[in-house]
C-alpha cells in the first residue's frame, strides 16, 4: 500500500490594513486582516490576533468584530487561560499572557482566502501593539506557521507587530 | 408489477393515466399487504435504527472534521429521520396488536394493557420513548452547556433507546415470522381436514405425513432479508454504546466525560471483538435454524458487508485524507467471507470446535474492522502519542499496529470465541 499522504499546509497573512495609524484617546480604529493557505488543505488554520496591552476583550466594551467569513466561531481567550505553545497545539500547555482572538476554519482548503475585520478603541494613551500569526495544524515544518522569522510572543511563535498611536 | 413497468416506457400518451392509476392501485395494494403484516412496523423500526445509528456515525466524522457549529446538521437530519421511522413503525405494531388482540378487553387499564405487551412489543415501546425523550434532553442540554460530547446523558439515552428498539424489532420479526407460520400451517391443516372429509379415497398417512413434511419445511422459515435487517441496526448501536465508553471524545467546556485512556482500551479490546463475533455468528446461527438447514452460506458475509459499506460510507469516505486506504478496509471482507465458508461447510452441533475457530477469526479483525475511530481509542495509551488530526489518521493507525495489535490479539481471540458460545447458547434456548 502507498505511504499514507502527509498534508504540509502554508498559512499566509497576505494583507493588513489599518484604518488609521494615529487616534485620539475614546476613538476608535479598524483593522482588516486577509490570510489564506497557499499549500495542502490543513486540518485547521488559525489567524491570532493579540493586545499587549490590553487586561480583557470579552466585554466587548474595547474589541468588536466587525465582519469575518471564517468556518468556525472565533474563540477569545483571557489572561491566565491555559493556551498551546511552540505550535504543538495544546501538547505543550503554557498560561496566556495578555488576550486575544483566534480566528480559524476547519479544514481550510487551498488558496483558500478569510477575512476579519476588528473595531478596536483603546482604553489608554500611548502605543497600542496588535500581534497577527497564522499556524496551521498538524504542524509539520517552518511553513506551517507565519510569519517566520521575528519577535516571539508569549506562546514563543514568531507574529508581526502593529501598532496605533493613542493621543489625547 | 411487470406490466406496469414495461408501460412506464410506452410513448402512447393514452396510455399515461392508466399508468398513474395502475400504479397508486398498485400502491395501495401493498399498503394494504404491509399494514396486515405483523412484521412491517418491525421492520420499520429496524430500518429507522439502522438510519439513526449509521447517521450518528457520520456525525462523530463531521464533529472531527468540521466542529459544526449549528444543531440542524444533515447528520443530525439523519438522526431524527431515522427516529421518525422507528416511531411510526412502533405506533404500526402497537395499533395492530391493539386492534387484533382478544386476550385484551376494553376495560382493562392502560397499564395492565403495556404490563401485557409481548416482550418484543415492550422492548420497542421502552426504546421508543427513551429516543423521543432524548431529542428534547438534548437540545436542553445544549441549550445549557454548549456542544456536548460524545459521551453525554442525552446521547446515552439516545443510544440505549435504538439498541433496545432494535433488539425488541429483531425479536418480533422471528416471533412474528414464527406465528405467521403457525397460523398459515393451522389454515392448511383445516383445508387438509376438509379434503379428507370429501375425499375418502385418500389415505390418511400419506395426508399425516404430507402434513407433517409441511410443518418441517415451512414452519421458523424466516427470510434471510429478514434476519440482516434486524441484526445490523444492534450491531450499530451496541458499536456506538462501545465507541462512547471508549473514545476521547466527550471533554467539554463544562464536563469532562472522557473515559479513563487504560480503561478505555481494555472496553474496545474485549467487547469490540464480542459483538462482532456475536453478531455474525448469531446471523449464521438464525439462518441456519430458521431454514432447518444445516449450513446456511452467505447471510453471515452480508450481514458483515453491510456493516464494512456502512462504516465505509460514515467514517472513510467522509474524509477525503482517508479515502486512499479504502482498498485496505475492504479486506475485512476475505476473513467473514472464509468464516461464512467455514461455518457453512464443517459447522455441526458436535463439532463446536469449528465455531470456535469461527469466533477467534471474526473476533481477531476488529481492530481492522472499527479502523479509523479505533485509532483515537488506543492513541490515548500510546506513549509521546500526537493529536490524532484527521490528515494523520491513517498515518497514525498504521504506525500503531506492530504496537497494539499483538497486546489485544489473543483478548480478542478469546472473547470471539466466547461470543460464539454464548450466542449458541442463546439461540438454542430460544428454539
Known sequence: MSKPFLSKAVPVITNVTMSALEVRLGKSFNIFVTSTNQGDTADIQIVSISFPNLT????GNIITIKNRNFTQEPEFIEIGDDIGSKYSGLSEITTAKYPFIEFFSRPWKTDTIYQSEIEIKPPVVGKF?????AVSLPYNNEFSHYP???????????VDTYYVNVKN | MNNNFKTFFRKDSSRSTYNITSTIQLMLHFNEKAKRNPITGY????????????????????HLLNKPETFFSPPHAGIYI??????????????????SSSIISNNDHYINKLIDLPLPMKLVTIGVVMLVSAGPFDFAWHSAFGLDGLLSPSHSVLTIGMAVSSIGALLGMLSSNNDQNNNDNNNKSRKFNTSITTNSSFSSSSIVDSTNNDDNNTSHAVSPILIIIGIVPIWITVSGLIHMASLPFSDTEYFNFN??????????????PFIVSFILFSSFQLSVRSRRAKRMFGILSITGIVFIIINLTTAILTNEYLVPTIPFYILNIIPIVAV?????????????????VAGAVIGSIFFTLYYPLITHTYNEVLSNSQTVWPSLTSSIYFK??????????IPAVVTGIVATIISSKLIQDKN
Open chain 2, 340 to 356: 461464512d465458508i467455514l461455518l457453512s461447510k464443517l459447522s455441526t452441533p458436535k463439532t463446536k470446535i469449528v465455531n470456535y
Open chain 2, 82 to 99: 431515522g427516529v421518525a421511522i422507528v416511531l411510526s413503525g412502533s405506533v404500526m405494531v402497537l395499533s395492530r396488536y391493539y386492534r
Open chain 1, 56 to 59: 480583557r476583550i470579552g466585554n
Open chain 1, 129 to 133: 501593539m496588535i500581534f497577527i500569526k
Open chain 2, 400 to 409: 500503531m499496529i506492530d504496537k497494539i495489535y499483538p497486546l489485544m490479539v
Open chain 1, 148 to 158: 517566520h522569522t521575528g519577535i516571539k510572543d508569549h506562546q514563543e511563535e514568531f
Open chain 2, 43 to 62: 421492520i420499520l423500526v429496524s430500518l429507522g435504527v439502522l438510519l439513526s445509528a449509521s447517521s450518528g456515525s457520520w456525525d462523530i466524522t463531521n
Open chain 2, 259 to 272: 473515559p479513563d485512556p487504560t480503561l478505555a482500551a481494555i472496553i474496545a479490546t474485549l467487547a469490540f
